[in-house]
């Protein structure tokens, strides 16, 4: 790992990470990961580095595009071993914290001792 990559992981561990923070970084050791919880299923699919995927509608485009408002959705970072939950944008979950069964999900799907952040 270079210099820059310890410097930016401890800029990311010591405050409150940001969406982008988790699963965006581009010079990874270990893989990240994009997921959505659709149709009462967890759907992950590793993470192409930057520029070859750009959102999760390209990465999961079996889901139509008028749902994405609806869904939670976010990333794991293999590294900093964090997942991120993006929260619905409309709807009556959009206001309240993601349910405890999606979080023991990710958690088994990636890292039992993962923190996760939503957003």
Do not use: C
Not at 78 to 102: C, E, M, W, Y
């Amino acid at each position: 790992m270079n210099w820059y990559k310890r410097i930016k992981l401890a800029q990311i561990t010591t405050k409150k990470p940001t969406y982008l923070d988790i699963g965006h970084m581009e010079d990874n050791l270990t893989p990240n990961y994009l997921w959505v919880y659709y149709n009462n299923k967890l759907h992950t699919k590793e993470a192409l580095p930057w520029p070859n995927q750009i959102n999760h509608e390209t990465v999961f485009p079996f889901i139509d595009g008028k749902n994405w408002k609806i869904l939670y959705a976010g990333r794991y970072d293999g590294d900093t071993n964090k997942i991120s939950i993006q929260k619905p944008l409309v709807g009556p979950h959009a206001h309240r914290p993601a349910p405890n069964f999606l979080k023991d999900m990710l958690k088994y799907n990636f890292s039992n001792n993962a923190e996760i952040f939503e957003f």
